[in-house]
C-alpha cells in the first residue's frame, strides 16, 4: 500500500453556503469569495487550526446555467 491509500480521512465538521438563485442576493459574490466565506466559518465551527486541513472538498449542486 502506498502513503496515501494508509491514511486516516477525518471529517470533523461540515458547513454550507446560503442558497442563492439568478440574479439574487449573492450574484455579485464570486464563488472562490464565496468559498472563502464557507471556510472560515467552517474553520472558526470547528475550532481547528487551518494549518492541520490537507484537503477541503467543495460541491455544487444547483449551478446556474
Known sequence: MSEMEKRDVVVVEAVRS??????????TIRPDELAGIVLSKLMSRAGVSPALVEDVVFGCVTQVS
Open 18 to 27: 446560503a442558497i442563492g438563485k439568478r440574479d439574487g442576493a449573492l450574484s
